[in-house]
């Protein structure tokens, strides 16, 4: 067994990793960029060391740094986690070359199965169905002999990223240059693949193990069809489609394909299963590496699967045949990213934009059957340099409406104050009746994704702030201190009722609110009634309690620069000081003929110049951020007046970006 490993990633998966370790008494050696220096994940390694600046390509991306870090620190292994490097063959045997074990599949496997044509070809060689797909030079004509909708995909990347599903032959020409963008940015290579799009598809992973021995077996499936852009936001074990033969074609299906290209080690090959044809299964992909979604598997066979890695790629043979795996109960994961949700601009559907900033108040769950995998701490400064997951929070219980009920409890439970995260929408989308009832297909999140969205900030969270921004207008004294009472915000006034104090806030992404408190009372907006509120002791710990309109409410709560942050049932909400004045001055965000920054990036393309006339809906720029492309386009006929950006540009959310001047009626 070795006595150290360098985790050669970050993160949520960097910290899940070293938790086995230290468990197997092995020594963690953690890797950091610039922007990681105070992350979770180094605080909880044994050792860690600088791989050099923020951006992935020249730290967590780079081999020979990775290595040197390696060597600094006397490892004998190193673990990929995923992402990154997990499935670079070339890192993979750069790191055996190096003298030390790859805690992951030969390269060789890598290499078969990390190319999407290589690897549809491989696994039909030995019987497993496939697919059917085209790829080449003159991929928009293969596309439309497959027939649309064809859903395209980077033949090198794997994770859902990149993908994109073309209905519209007009727009195929477009979506393959974005795409091939896409793959080239993410994953080095822009070569890409056209698969027959199936209807109402199940996305149905089966979890494989093997040794350098010859022994070979599943671990069961995992239900993964609950996605946002082909990103799974939420995965579950068992699957609640499949049957007893349906589940054991699978399984056999996955060992197959995992004998075929020589595996070892822990590894998951995706299939998609027809909605409208259950019993039949067709091979997707195979992820050669860990996957996201593990702990599920994880719970429901009582196998850690980072140790059988770690094990394996030790030379250990597997401990247990087929016939010994069994699965108890049911588990739920639902991913915890750093992301705004907001109504599309068109008015149908919903954009989920990446967000940035720095955790000040944390607040993960626990309980029976909770588990949360997370990379975590206040303090914790999220950027769009790389991937939005911040954390996992997993439930597991005898049967699926246990594992469901206490994953929406642990949710309402998961408190993350100082950035965006879609913790509400995923409480919100379990409860949703097609996923408790297990009707599921790929395209559900999108379709539901509209009515998931909360109607508007609820009143007690203006109110709660302007209590809040109120009692710090009280000055502070010493107890026994004369105060002068004059400045006390009381509203005192010569012969009437109390004047009310006037507070303007907004909340990013909504309309400013005015709020007026005196005494006792707080009236909302311009014709609001008066409404009895005041804070009450909360008994400290980071939160407040505030009474409003004869309910007492109780929120997580941290003060910022400006503002304060709210949170309550996984929901959060910064609220700001608003200055209409300033609002409305010169380089305001303000009006029609401005394009503003939907969320923090970079500008990777831009396709107009000042004096271009353009179109409506014409794309102008595009930004990027955490590997997502968000077009940014002509509101309205005119002409570009103002366009303050280049490509390489770093933007902020609600920068300006262009101006387009209305063409004269």
Not at 111 to 119: F, H, L, S, T
Not at 159 to 176: F, N, Q, S, T
Not at 190 to 200: C, D, F, P, S
Not at 589 to 610: F, I, Q, R, S, W
Request: with cysteine.
């Amino acid at each position: 067994m070795f006595e150290t490993v360098l985790v050669a990633n970050r993160g949520e998966i960097a910290v899940r990793v070293i938790r086995t370790l230290r468990r197997l008494g092995i020594a963690s050696v953690a890797v950091y960029s610039d922007a990681d220096a105070g992350a979770r994940h180094v605080a909880e390694a044994d050792r860690a060391v600088r791989i050099g600046p923020a951006p992935a390509a020249r730290s967590y991306l780079s081999a020979e740094r990775l290595l040197e870090a390696a060597e600094r620190a006397g490892a004998q292994a190193v673990h990929p986690g995923y992402g990154f490097l997990a499935e670079n063959a070339a890192f993979a045997r750069a790191v055996t070359g190096a003298g030390l074990a790859f805690i992951g599949p030969p390269a060789a496997a890598i290499e078969a199965m990390g190319d999407k044509i290589r690897a549809k070809e491989t696994v039909s060689a030995v019987g497993v169905p496939v697919v059917p797909g085209a790829h080449g030079e003159d991929l928009a004509e293969a596309a439309l002999a497959l027939g649309l909708p064809v859903l395209l995909k980077p033949s090198a990347g794997g994770g859902g990223k990149g993908m994109r599903l073309v209905r519209d032959a007009a727009r195929l020409e477009e979506e393959i240059a974005a795409a091939r963008r896409g793959a080239l940015a993410a994953f080095g290579d822009g070569t890409l693949l056209a698969e027959r799009w199936v209807e109402r598809p199940r996305h149905i992973e089966i979890q494989v193990l093997a040794d350098a021995h010859g022994a070979v077996v599943h671990l069961g499936e995992r239900e993964c069809s609950l996605q946002r852009r082909h990103q799974k936001i939420v995965e579950e074990a068992p699957s609640p489609l499949l049957d007893e033969a349906t589940r054991a074609a699978m399984g056999a299906a996955a060992v197959r394909a995992a004998e075929a290209c020589g595996y070892r080690g822990a590894g998951t090959v995706e299939f998609i299963v027809p909605g409208d044809d259950p019993g039949s299964h067709y091979f997707m992909e195979m992820n050669t590496r860990l996957q996201v979604e593990h702990p599920v598997t994880e719970l429901v066979t009582g196998l850690d699967l980072v140790e059988w890695q770690v094990r394996v790629a030790a030379g250990e043979p597997l401990p247990f045949s087929q016939a010994d795996i069994a699965v108890t109960g049911h588990a739920v994961e639902a991913r915890v990213c750093a992301e705004t949700a907001r109504p599309a601009a068109e008015g149908t559907g919903v954009d989920f934009l990446p967000s940035a900033g720095t955790v000040v108040l944390l607040r993960e769950p626990e309980g029976d059957g909770v588990r949360v995998d997370s990379g975590l701490a206040e303090g914790t400064g999220v950027t769009t340099d790389y991937d939005p997951m911040l954390a996992k929070v997993i439930a597991h219980g005898p049967d699926r409406p246990t594992a469901l009920r206490r994953l929406r409890a642990a949710l309402a439970r998961t408190t993350v104050l100082g950035v965006d995260t879609n913790t509400a929408f995923l409480r919100r989308l379990l409860a949703h009746p097609a996923v408790e009832s297990g009707d599921l297909d790929t395209g559900l999140v999108d379709g539901a994704a509209a009515g998931l969205l909360p109607p508007g900030v609820p009143d007690e969270v203006y109110a709660a702030v302007a209590l809040l921004r109120q009692a710090a207008l009280e000055p502070s004294r010493a107890p026994g201190e004369w105060t002068d009472p004059f400045s006390v915000p009381s509203g005192w006034r010569l012969g009437g009722e109390p004047a009310w104090t006037v507070h303007r806030l907004r909340v990013p992404g909504q309309d400013p609110v005015t709020v007026r408190v005196r005494p006792g009372e707080v009236r909302l907006g311009e014709d609001g009634e008066p409404v009895p509120a005041r804070l009450l002791p909360a008994g400290g710990g980071g939160a407040i309690l505030a009474e409003y309109a004869g309910g007492a409410h109780r929120f997580a709560h941290a003060a910022v620069e400006g503002g304060h942050w709210l949170g309550r049932d996984g929901d959060a909400w910064h609220v700001h000081g608003h200055d209409p004045v300033a609002a409305a001055g010169p380089g305001s965000a303000a009006g029609a003929e401005t394009l503003t920054a939907p969320m923090p990036g970079t500008v990777t393309v831009v396709k107009a110049a000042v004096g271009d006339v353009v179109s409506a809906g014409q794309s102008l720029l595009v930004v990027e951020a955490m590997k997502m492309e968000h077009v940014i386009a002509a509101p309205h006929d005119g002409t570009v007046t103002e366009l303050g950006v280049s490509v390489g540009s770093t933007v902020a959310m609600d920068q300006v970006l262009a101006q387009v001047t209305p063409k004269e009626p």
